[in-house]
């Protein structure tokens, strides 16, 4: 019979991978820890038209991207392609929002059904964060200032750039909207054909085009920037000006959109060139009016999330994943004989309690020689050894694996004491 297969664009994570998945989500959860943001764990599926309402019908997101299918009760539900809308849903359902700040984060698997490539796959992580109930400047500055720290914590702030643009209001947005439309309009040959249908269904995603063309074109056409008033310029300004104190350089550009509907003032993108194309690593901006265009009242909402995949993948091209990362014990621990065996259990309890350390017992029999093989492979810093002669004069060898350092015969005493005094000093 034809093996079952993952779905295409879904990934197993593998355990040689795990560790790096681990090892970033520690970095994150301890940054956000340090501003004391919480953790918020939300379904995976929820309503259709939650995404409908908040995402945008003309997005590509909700035009052709969606996993959604219909339960046993008919009713239409979706595989989750953000976390925002879910954790405005879950916010407004609990009354989070009610007359409190609220800096929450999340992080697990979103589904959107693209072509998938390197960077982009159908089932991906990412690591969300957004607040509640902050309409100043600050809070966005914050949010950049720690993903700023992120990245210097994962030593890859040589290789982003930050992308820093504001969508005003509105109104704003819709008088440049008119006045974009009219101009694109009269060179609507000159453009490619996906903004060409963009031109009709959402045309601000027109400044996002990747074709050379249709961004010379832009070149002449009306300036956001110009469109905007007092209070969206004060809020940018104040914005920029947090971030130049902080030391968090940034680029402005009037032609950052952001793919989501709900988005206005503040808009950012952290960006690689060390990816190809899919080389955002992280976005976000201020969304002020979802909350209360799902049915909550007017809060404003600033947030971003970070795609976990990409972050790796650059983590691992830039060789900045820690050696020590992927090394899962300490010890391997090895007998010989049946009673030497029932001691070595024994033992290995012991150091765990005393010394907190990662012991591996190995289970299967077989010769020293074969047991020393699989201890050199688990990548274990010292081996331990009982056989019969060590049971009898009740000590256990300790035998280095990844330095010249003699091994020897101690008892289980002088040896918790000998590896709590290594380890302390590492
Ligand atoms: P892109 O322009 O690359 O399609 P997007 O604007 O659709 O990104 P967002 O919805 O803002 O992406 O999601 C935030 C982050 O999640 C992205 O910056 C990216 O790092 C990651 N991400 C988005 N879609 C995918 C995907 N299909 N596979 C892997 N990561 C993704
Ligand atoms: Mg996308």
């Given at each position: 019979m034809a093996k079952i297969k993952a779905i295409r664009g879904m990934n197993d994570i593998l355990p040689e991978q795990t560790p790096v998945w681990q090892y970033l989500e520690k970095q994150v959860e301890t940054v956000l820890g340090a501003y004391g943001y919480s953790e918020l764990r939300m379904p995976i599926v929820e309503q259709t038209d939650l995404f409908k309402r908040s995402i945008g019908e003309v997005t590509d997101i909700v035009e052709k991207e969606m996993y959604t299918f219909e339960d046993r009760n008919g009713d239409s539900l979706t595989l989750r392609p953000e976390g925002t809308a879910s954790c405005v849903r879950a916010c407004e359902e609990h009354g989070l929002t009610f007359n409190q700040v609220q800096r929450l984060w999340y992080m697990g698997p979103m589904f959107r059904h693209e072509r998938p490539q390197k960077g982009r796959y159908r089932q991906f992580h990412q690591i969300g964060v957004e607040t509640f109930g902050m309409q100043g400047p600050d809070i966005d500055a914050e949010l950049i200032i720690m993903t700023a720290r992120l990245w210097r914590q994962l030593g890859m702030e040589e290789a982003v750039t930050l992308h820093l643009n504001t969508l005003g209001t509105a109104e704003e947005r819709a008088r440049f909207k008119a006045d974009l439309v009219e101009y694109l309009k009269q060179h609507e040959e000159a453009l490619d054909a996906d903004s060409q249908r963009r031109l009709k269904t959402n045309p601000l995603r027109v400044l996002d085009s990747k074709d050379p063309g249709t961004q010379a074109l832009l070149d002449n056409a009306p300036h956001f920037h110009d469109y905007?008033?007092?209070?969206?310029?004060?809020?940018?300004?104040?914005?920029?000006?947090?971030?130049?104190?902080?030391?968090?350089?940034?680029?402005?550009?009037?032609?950052?959109?952001?793919?989501?509907?709900?988005?206005?003032?503040?808009?950012?993108?952290?960006?690689?060139?060390?990816?190809?194309?899919?080389?955002?690593?992280?976005?976000?901006?201020?969304?002020?009016?979802?909350?209360?265009?799902?049915?909550?009242?007017?809060?404003?909402?600033?947030?971003?999330?970070?795609?976990?995949?990409?972050?790796?993948?650059?983590?691992?091209?830039?060789?900045?994943?820690?050696?020590?990362?992927?090394?899962?014990?300490?010890?391997?621990?090895?007998?010989?004989?049946?009673?030497?065996?029932?001691?070595?259990?024994?033992?290995?309890?012991?150091?765990?309690?005393?010394?907190?350390?990662?012991?591996?017992?190995?289970?299967?029999?077989?010769?020293?020689?074969?047991?020393?093989?699989?201890?050199?492979?688990?990548?274990?810093?010292?081996?331990?050894?009982?056989?019969?002669?060590?049971?009898?004069?009740?000590?256990?060898?300790?035998?280095?694996?990844?330095?010249?350092?003699?091994?020897?015969?101690?008892?289980?005493?002088?040896?918790?004491?000998?590896?709590?005094?290594?380890?302390?000093?590492?």
């Open positions: 905007i008033d007092a209070e969206s310029r004060e809020h940018f300004d104040r914005l920029c000006t947090l971030l130049d104190r902080a030391g968090v350089a940034y680029e402005v550009n009037a032609r950052l959109v952001r793919g989501l509907d709900y988005y206005g003032k503040t808009v950012f993108e952290w960006i690689t060139d060390k990816l190809g194309s899919q080389g955002t690593v992280c976005a976000g901006g201020r969304y002020d009016g979802l909350v209360e265009q799902l049915g909550g009242r007017a809060t404003p909402a600033v947030g971003f999330a970070m795609g976990m995949e990409r972050l790796i993948l650059l983590l691992e091209t830039l060789e900045l994943v820690p050696e020590s990362v992927h090394q899962k014990v300490d010890i391997y621990a090895m007998a010989m004989g049946d009673d030497a065996q029932v001691e070595m259990f024994r033992i290995a309890e012991e150091l765990r309690d005393q010394t907190g350390l990662r012991v591996q017992l190995h289970c299967g029999g077989g010769s020293f020689k074969s047991q020393m093989k699989k201890a050199d492979r688990s990548g274990a810093r010292f081996g331990l050894l009982m056989g019969d002669d060590e049971l009898a004069n009740g000590v256990v060898t300790l035998k280095p694996l990844r330095e010249t350092a003699e091994q020897k015969q101690i008892t289980l005493k002088e040896l918790t004491a000998e590896l709590v005094s290594i380890y302390s000093e590492d």
